[in-house]
């Protein structure tokens, strides 16, 4: 007989739902062995049943998530604006640099 | 997993295209927020237990562009936030109801294990995320994640009887 230890794996996959036919036979069969796997095996799915449909955030957190949210957005949105105006800067530069060339061009040529 | 986006408004902050996962990834950031926002959150107030550290370490993986690109890669940073927290010290218990039933004593027992293990948990069983994807977020493989999560849901049991 396999020891409790040894298919440890095989019980959590098989309370999941997700063992393999070999796997599900194996437990099934220490199951009928050993009541106290027997035991566990139901709490374990109790357990994950509530970890299921517990909230993870206490009330006064899950309240205040929505202004965080929009505090996150907010500052993600203002670097984002920064790199977005970047493009016109380097454009806004280039253009005046090619202006002043030109105007120097034509002055040193006497145009 | 992450279904394939729709159209974005604007582009993310540092878009990269997708490498970890086939589907296209890229979504707008509020539409990232809208989806995880508040499941990041809980994940991280489980695993830190405190909801101010639970806050500041969220901005810390929505801020990080490369923790956009897929769901995949918002958990693993979710995950690496965590260990960075915990290597620092700055994790707490969370608090767990009061009140006497087994939702209570859940969350107690869940309380009561380490930051990681209550992470593992959290995202195996509350965001269904699959031993396969866990894998991958993890970077090890399909055989360390259920060793994992059948130790630490053992514990879970031992601790809420």
């Not at chain 2, 009561?112 to 593992?120: D, G, H, S, T, V």
């Not at chain 2, 999560?149 to 053992?154: E, G, I, K, P």
């Amino acid at each position: 007989m396999l020891k409790c230890a040894d298919i440890a794996v095989m019980v959590s996959d098989y309370a999941d739902g997700v063992a393999d036919a070999r796997a599900r036979r194996i437990v099934e069969q220490h199951m009928q062995l050993c009541a106290v796997c027997a035991k566990q095996l139901d709490r374990s799915v109790m357990v994950t049943h509530q970890l299921r449909r517990m909230s993870l955030l206490p009330p006064g957190v899950a309240s205040r998530t929505a202004r965080a949210r929009r505090q996150l957005e907010a500052r993600a949105r203002g670097e984002h604006r920064r790199l977005e105006e970047y493009p016109f800067y380097v454009s806004a530069l280039l253009a005046a640099t090619l202006v002043i060339l030109t105007l120097a061009t034509m002055l040193y040529f006497g145009l | 997993m992450a279904r394939p986006p729709k159209a974005p408004a604007l582009p993310l902050i540092g878009a990269l295209p997708a490498s970890v996962d086939s589907a296209p990834a890229i979504m707008t950031l509020r539409a990232r927020l809208d989806r995880y926002y508040g499941r990041v959150l809980g994940v991280l107030y489980q695993a830190l237990g405190d909801a101010e550290l639970a806050s500041q370490a969220a901005e810390a993986v929505f801020l990080d562009a490369a923790a956009l690109v897929n769901e995949i890669a918002l958990w693993r940073a979710t995950l690496r936030v965590i260990k960075r927290y915990v290597a620092h010290g700055l994790v707490v218990r969370p608090i767990a109801a009061l009140a006497n039933d087994r939702q209570a004593s859940v969350s107690g027992a869940l309380a009561r294990l380490e930051p990681i293990e209550r992470a593992l948990l959290v995202l195996r069983y509350h965001e269904d995320l699959p031993t396969d994807v866990l894998a991958r977020v993890l970077d090890c493989d399909d055989a360390a994640v259920r060793a994992r999560l059948a130790s630490a849901r053992a514990r879970l049991v031992d601790g809420s009887c």
